[in-house]
């Protein structure tokens, strides 16, 4: 297992949102977390990347506990965040807010590597290179956020709601950009409620209701449970 | 003086809770009644003290008037003191009128540059705000220092004094009088649905303008009253002191008050009242003890402001409404416990 | 192209900006005809420094939203190093004269200004701030004010307890003759002081745009949360800006000493004076911290002359209320990030 989440309990300030929640996600997985809206997605994957400091439970990643440690650590070692507001240095340029990415690698040819890398993968960003990142739209702005949070070189990446706003081409363009990711070996957890897509893509599946984990399996058995028919896919 | 809100009154204390006052708030003010008569408080440099005391828990009462509940630290408050008492001195030196009428007229003209500075200062919010009194602030000090054939400035202006005697008895009491006027006055004002008002627009000004409350009128009364008890308070400063220089609009007194009332806590008017007496108290030991280290008083307000807003945001009112809520939550779980 | 651009030119020069500066050109240009070139010399010398200054209030809010009112007292730090620094050295060459001890005592003196506020930067944030950063990001606009408030009583009693309440100053440099511009003699102190703000200046322009720490602080200004989130230390940044906003404070008070004299409450004016300088330019606007420190330090020197001492803190305290009030983003409308407001 590269990601072990046990009886995570977290929330904000006296307010809890999640309730033992436990997840675990092993080397080279495209895991999905799908949920409605306000379940408590988000926290998970803040409780995960170290922004917010769980109230219980333990969270480990790559054998070691990463419970309390802050989020440019676990960057550091190898967990990368793409949130859902993005967090993009609106004041850069494209190719700054890249270079931030790498700025942790010190090899500066692996950050050439990684940057021609990306580029390939959203080849609309090298088009505006030197356009600042609040001037993007939407679909730009979602693949900055994944470029950058690409080029650390993470083993694993968190990605909450990459659909959220976009037209359909863009989200195919990003979903496939992500399997294509996944193929080449880096471990995915993909927050979603775009159900229908996101369990054609993932391997398995986490449903998250109330704070709470309610299911969990293959996604293509999901898909064919009548809980989740009924209720995500309307069916 | 605790306010609090969601117990039934009866009798005595219902009486005493529709004047902002509790049974504590009470004892209190016979507290502090009754306090420079008895040994070793009777000395008259004691007297002095608790004077110093009773001075600054009345400004702080009115600095958190509209610091705490609309959110507008009013950094030139000094300025509006001095403005208070240059205009009671001046009144009475030239009229020959006597200072317990002057001060009024001190507290009006106060009043009357903080319905400007509230008018003018409408639209700006936050830091804008804060560095805007404190420019105000600033210039008048610098007008004082200046126009010297009306204020003396450094040299310092002569006042009358309100009493004849040699005891500074008369005077505590009097300062006693208005810092109670001032907590009564302004504590009715929040009790009312002025207080909600101020309270909507301190902590969302958006939120309030769009459920109806309209933050011009709000500001500016607000903002006025603050400065009438500056400026009454200011005017007893001069005739108490019997001389007036510019350095009592320094920004380091509007310090002073501030600390106070943030120890006091925001939010809570008798905040400033509990934190002032032993606080001012302290100091006046402390610098009449180590008169050869001068300043170590100031050095002391500084760290202890520090020390508050890192460790202690809330101040000694949210220290009290701790305790209360806890005793509250643990008479609770007893209440249910015997349920079961 | 050029057309375009001319009349992009012409647009400004019609903005509040544009009309503020060529106004200040021109005034400049008027009390130094009237008045003598010194106006204008002591303009040079003083603007720059308080450029400085307001560059490190501005970075401490743009990076850390902290709103120093203890700047000055980092000032008056620089200025009391200095002192320490220059006025033993200068004492031994009365009675040992050497050439070269004389050259490098100023440079001594204010590069350990600049280093003790460098460290006392470091040691504010990691003695106070990182510590409320752990505690409590609620109110922290308001709680960070009053805590600047109280550090400024601490350092400002401090030096009256240890160093006394006197001026402590140096009257002079360099024992050199002054330089002669056409009929004007402007000492060479005065010369070297202004070329010192503009390299630091420029310095501080360089490490912003163009290298990795700077990339860095601004990475974090505009996003903490991001900046942790690609792994950037952010408490070490934080420091960092804490640093380089109080050594420029202290670079400034070390290199005016021979004009401003260290005692308790020298840092007082300087303070004044940058947040005269970012109201008007604008909350956050560091670029603007430059022409608008010229402005101030005209302005000042204009009412002192023209008005006569102490006039110099009213008149443009008036000037700036009205700014504020017309204004509220300065005067070349820079777009405000609304934690100011709350
Ligand atoms: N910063 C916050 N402060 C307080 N409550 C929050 C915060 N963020 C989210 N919540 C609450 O936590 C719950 C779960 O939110 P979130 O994790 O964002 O849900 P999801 O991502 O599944 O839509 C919601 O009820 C939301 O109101
Ligand atoms: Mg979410």
Same mark, same amino acid.
Request: hydrophobic content about 50%; charged content about 15%.
């Given at each position: 297992?590269?990601?072990?989440?046990?009886?995570?309990?977290?929330?904000?300030?006296?307010?809890?949102?999640?309730?033992?929640?436990?997840?675990?996600?092993?080397?080279?997985?495209?895991?999905?977390?799908?949920?409605?809206?306000?379940?408590?997605?988000?926290?998970?994957?803040?409780?995960?990347?170290?922004?917010?400091?769980?109230?219980?439970?333990?969270?480990?990643?790559?054998?070691?506990?990463?419970?309390?440690?802050?989020?440019?650590?676990?960057?550091?070692?190898?967990?990368?965040?793409?949130?859902?507001?993005?967090?993009?240095?609106?004041?850069?340029?494209?190719?700054?807010?890249?270079?931030?990415?790498?700025?942790?690698?010190?090899?500066?040819?692996?950050?050439?590597?990684?940057?021609?890398?990306?580029?390939?993968?959203?080849?609309?960003?090298?088009?505006?290179?030197?356009?600042?990142?609040?001037?993007?739209?939407?679909?730009?702005?979602?693949?900055?956020?994944?470029?950058?949070?690409?080029?650390?070189?993470?083993?694993?990446?968190?990605?909450?709601?990459?659909?959220?706003?976009?037209?359909?081409?863009?989200?195919?363009?990003?979903?496939?950009?992500?399997?294509?990711?996944?193929?080449?070996?880096?471990?995915?957890?993909?927050?979603?409620?775009?159900?229908?897509?996101?369990?054609?893509?993932?391997?398995?599946?986490?449903?998250?209701?109330?704070?709470?984990?309610?299911?969990?399996?293959?996604?293509?058995?999901?898909?064919?449970?009548?809980?989740?028919?009924?209720?995500?896919?309307?069916? | 003086?605790?306010?609090?809100?969601?117990?039934?009154?009866?009798?005595?204390?219902?009486?005493?809770?529709?004047?902002?006052?509790?049974?504590?708030?009470?004892?209190?003010?016979?507290?502090?009644?009754?306090?420079?008569?008895?040994?070793?408080?009777?000395?008259?440099?004691?007297?002095?003290?608790?004077?110093?005391?009773?001075?600054?828990?009345?400004?702080?009462?009115?600095?958190?008037?509209?610091?705490?509940?609309?959110?507008?630290?009013?950094?030139?408050?000094?300025?509006?003191?001095?403005?208070?008492?240059?205009?009671?001195?001046?009144?009475?030196?030239?009229?020959?009128?006597?200072?317990?009428?002057?001060?009024?007229?001190?507290?009006?003209?106060?009043?009357?540059?903080?319905?400007?500075?509230?008018?003018?200062?409408?639209?700006?919010?936050?830091?804008?705000?804060?560095?805007?009194?404190?420019?105000?602030?600033?210039?008048?000090?610098?007008?004082?220092?200046?126009?010297?054939?009306?204020?003396?400035?450094?040299?310092?202006?002569?006042?009358?004094?309100?009493?004849?005697?040699?005891?500074?008895?008369?005077?505590?009491?009097?300062?006693?009088?208005?810092?109670?006027?001032?907590?009564?006055?302004?504590?009715?004002?929040?009790?009312?649905?002025?207080?909600?008002?101020?309270?909507?627009?301190?902590?969302?000004?958006?939120?309030?303008?769009?459920?109806?409350?309209?933050?011009?009128?709000?500001?500016?009364?607000?903002?006025?009253?603050?400065?009438?008890?500056?400026?009454?308070?200011?005017?007893?400063?001069?005739?108490?002191?019997?001389?007036?220089?510019?350095?009592?609009?320094?920004?380091?007194?509007?310090?002073?008050?501030?600390?106070?009332?943030?120890?006091?806590?925001?939010?809570?008017?008798?905040?400033?009242?509990?934190?002032?007496?032993?606080?001012?108290?302290?100091?006046?030991?402390?610098?009449?003890?180590?008169?050869?280290?001068?300043?170590?008083?100031?050095?002391?307000?500084?760290?202890?402001?520090?020390?508050?807003?890192?460790?202690?945001?809330?101040?000694?009112?949210?220290?009290?409404?701790?305790?209360?809520?806890?005793?509250?939550?643990?008479?609770?779980?007893?209440?249910?416990?015997?349920?079961? | 192209?050029?057309?375009?651009?001319?009349?992009?030119?012409?647009?400004?020069?019609?903005?509040?900006?544009?009309?503020?500066?060529?106004?200040?050109?021109?005034?400049?240009?008027?009390?130094?005809?009237?008045?003598?070139?010194?106006?204008?010399?002591?303009?040079?010398?003083?603007?720059?420094?308080?450029?400085?200054?307001?560059?490190?209030?501005?970075?401490?809010?743009?990076?850390?939203?902290?709103?120093?009112?203890?700047?000055?007292?980092?000032?008056?730090?620089?200025?009391?190093?200095?002192?320490?620094?220059?006025?033993?050295?200068?004492?031994?060459? *009365?009675? !040992?004269?050497?050439?070269?001890?004389?050259? +490098?005592?100023?440079?001594?003196? $204010?590069? &350990?200004? @600049?280093?003790? =506020?460098?460290?006392?930067?470091?040691?504010?944030?990691?003695?106070?701030?990182?510590?409320?950063?752990?505690?409590?990001?609620?109110?922290?606009?308001?709680?960070?004010? *009053?805590? !600047?408030?109280?550090?400024?009583?601490?350092? +400002?009693?401090?030096?009256?307890? $240890?160093? &006394?309440? @006197?001026?402590? =100053?140096?009257?002079?440099?360099?024992?050199?003759?002054?330089?002669?511009?056409?009929?004007?003699?402007?000492?060479?102190?005065?010369?070297?002081?202004?070329?010192?703000?503009?390299?630091?200046?420029?310095?501080?322009?360089?490490?912003?745009?163009?290298?990795?720490?700077?990339?860095?602080?601004?990475?974090?200004?505009?996003?903490?949360?991001?900046?942790?989130?690609?792994?950037?230390?952010?408490?070490?940044?934080?420091?960092?800006?804490?640093?380089?906003?109080?050594?420029?404070?202290?670079?400034?008070?070390?290199?005016?000493?021979?004009?401003?004299?260290?005692?308790?409450?020298?840092?007082?004016?300087?303070?004044?004076?940058?947040?005269?300088?970012?109201?008007?330019?604008?909350?956050?606007?560091?670029?603007?911290?430059?022409?608008?420190?010229?402005?101030?330090?005209?302005?000042?020197?204009?009412?002192?002359?023209?008005?006569?001492?102490?006039?110099?803190?009213?008149?443009?305290?008036?000037?700036?209320?009205?700014?504020?009030?017309?204004?509220?983003?300065?005067?070349?409308?820079?777009?405000?990030?609304?934690?100011?407001?709350?």
């Amino acid at each position: 297992m590269l990601l072990k989440v046990k009886n995570l309990n977290a929330g904000y300030g006296f307010l809890n949102v999640l309730w033992d929640v436990s997840l675990n996600i092993g080397k080279g997985e495209f895991v999905a977390l799908i949920g409605p809206n306000g379940a408590g997605k988000s926290t998970v994957m803040k409780s995960i990347s170290g922004l917010l400091p769980p109230k219980s439970g333990t969270i480990t990643f790559d054998g070691q506990v990463i419970n309390n440690q802050d989020c440019a650590v676990n960057c550091r070692s190898g967990l990368s965040y793409i949130s859902e507001e993005l967090n993009l240095f609106t004041g850069m340029t494209i190719l700054e807010n890249l270079e931030m990415g790498a700025q942790m690698l010190e090899d500066k040819n692996k950050a050439r590597e990684n940057l021609d890398f990306v580029f390939e993968l959203f080849p609309r960003l090298e088009e505006r290179i030197s356009q600042y990142a609040g001037t993007l739209s939407g679909g730009e702005r979602k693949m900055l956020a994944i470029a950058r949070g690409l080029m650390s070189n993470p083993t694993m990446v968190l990605v909450d709601e990459p659909s959220l706003g976009l037209a359909p081409q863009v989200t195919d363009e990003v979903f496939n950009a992500l399997r294509l990711l996944n193929r080449q070996g880096l471990t995915i957890l993909l927050v979603e409620q775009n159900v229908t897509k996101t369990l054609k893509f993932s391997s398995r599946a986490y449903i998250l209701e109330k704070g709470k984990v309610v299911l969990e399996g293959p996604s293509s058995e999901l898909i064919t449970n009548d809980h989740v028919r009924k209720i995500y896919l309307g069916t | 003086m605790t306010q609090s809100t969601n117990e039934n009154h009866t009798g005595l204390s219902g009486l005493l809770n529709k004047i902002c006052l509790s049974p504590l708030g009470l004892l209190g003010i016979v507290f502090l009644f009754f306090l420079p008569l008895v040994p070793p408080f009777n000395q008259d440099y004691m007297i002095r003290w608790l004077i110093s005391g009773a001075i600054v828990a009345a400004a702080a009462i009115s600095f958190d008037f509209s610091a705490g509940y609309l959110g507008i630290v009013n950094f030139g408050y000094a300025a509006f003191l001095g403005l208070g008492g240059y205009t009671s001195a001046i009144l009475s030196n030239t009229l020959g009128i006597s200072p317990f009428i002057t001060i009024f007229f001190g507290a009006l003209m106060a009043a009357t540059l903080g319905v400007l500075t509230g008018i003018v200062s409408l639209r700006l919010r936050g830091m804008f705000a804060i560095c805007f009194t404190w420019f105000i602030g600033i210039a008048l000090m610098g007008l004082c220092m200046k126009w010297d054939w009306l204020t003396r400035g450094p040299l310092g202006l002569q006042c009358t004094p309100f009493f004849e005697s040699n005891s500074s008895l008369p005077n505590y009491y009097l300062i006693l009088a208005i810092m109670l006027l001032t907590y009564l006055a302004l504590g009715l004002m929040i009790k009312s649905n002025y207080g909600l008002a101020f309270r909507a627009i301190g902590q969302n000004m958006e939120a309030a303008m769009t459920s109806g409350v309209h933050p011009t009128k709000y500001r500016v009364i607000n903002f006025t009253l603050s400065c009438f008890f500056a400026g009454l308070i200011g005017g007893f400063y001069a005739h108490y002191y019997g001389i007036l220089t510019p350095e009592l609009m320094h920004t380091q007194k509007t310090v002073e008050v501030l600390v106070i009332a943030y120890i006091g806590g925001r939010l809570s008017l008798w905040g400033g009242i509990v934190a002032a007496f032993p606080f001012i108290f302290a100091m006046e030991l402390l610098r009449s003890s180590l008169s050869d280290l001068p300043g170590i008083n100031l050095i002391i307000y500084g760290v202890f402001l520090i020390a508050i807003m890192v460790y202690y945001p809330g101040g000694v009112a949210f220290f009290f409404k701790n305790l209360t809520s806890r005793k509250i939550r643990r008479k609770e779980m007893q209440q249910a416990s015997i349920a079961q | 192209m050029n057309n375009s651009r001319s009349i992009k030119a012409v647009e400004w020069l019609k903005s509040s900006g544009g009309i503020t500066v060529t106004c200040t050109i021109l005034v400049a240009l008027a009390v130094s005809i009237h008045k003598g070139p010194y106006v204008l010399v002591n303009t040079l010398v003083t603007g720059g420094m308080w450029a400085l200054m307001a560059i490190g209030v501005s970075l401490l809010f743009g990076v850390m939203n902290i709103s120093n009112f203890a700047h000055g007292e980092y000032f008056m730090i620089g200025s009391l190093t200095a002192y320490y620094i220059m006025h033993p050295l200068k004492e031994y060459l *009365l009675e !040992t004269p050497n050439s070269f001890l004389a050259f +490098i005592t100023p440079v001594l003196g $204010i590069a &350990g200004a @600049t280093l003790a =506020g460098v460290i006392a930067g470091i040691l504010t944030d990691k003695l106070i701030f990182a510590q409320l950063r752990k505690r409590n990001r609620e109110g922290w606009l308001l709680n960070c004010f *009053l805590i !600047t408030i109280g550090l400024s009583i601490i350092l +400002i009693n401090l030096h009256m307890l $240890i160093f &006394g309440n @006197t001026f402590k =100053g140096v009257v002079n440099y360099w024992d050199v003759p002054s330089l002669a511009l056409g009929d004007v003699y402007v000492s060479v102190d005065r010369v070297v002081v202004f070329f010192i703000a503009m390299l630091a200046i420029l310095f501080f322009w360089y490490l912003m745009m163009y290298t990795t720490l700077g990339k860095k602080i601004r990475a974090v200004a505009q996003d903490e949360n991001g900046a942790r989130m690609v792994g950037i230390p952010v408490n070490r940044v934080y420091s960092t800006t804490f640093a380089l906003a109080c050594g420029f404070a202290a670079l400034a008070g070390g290199s005016l000493l021979f004009m401003f004299p260290s005692y308790p409450t020298v840092g007082i004016a300087p303070l004044y004076n940058s947040w005269f300088i970012i109201i008007l330019v604008g909350f956050g606007n560091v670029a603007g911290a430059v022409p608008g420190g010229f402005m101030i330090a005209l302005f000042q020197v204009v009412t002192r002359t023209y008005m006569g001492e102490g006039w110099e803190n009213v008149i443009p305290m008036f000037l700036i209320s009205a700014i504020l009030i017309f204004k509220p983003y300065g005067i070349f409308e820079t777009k405000v990030r609304s934690v100011w407001e709350q």
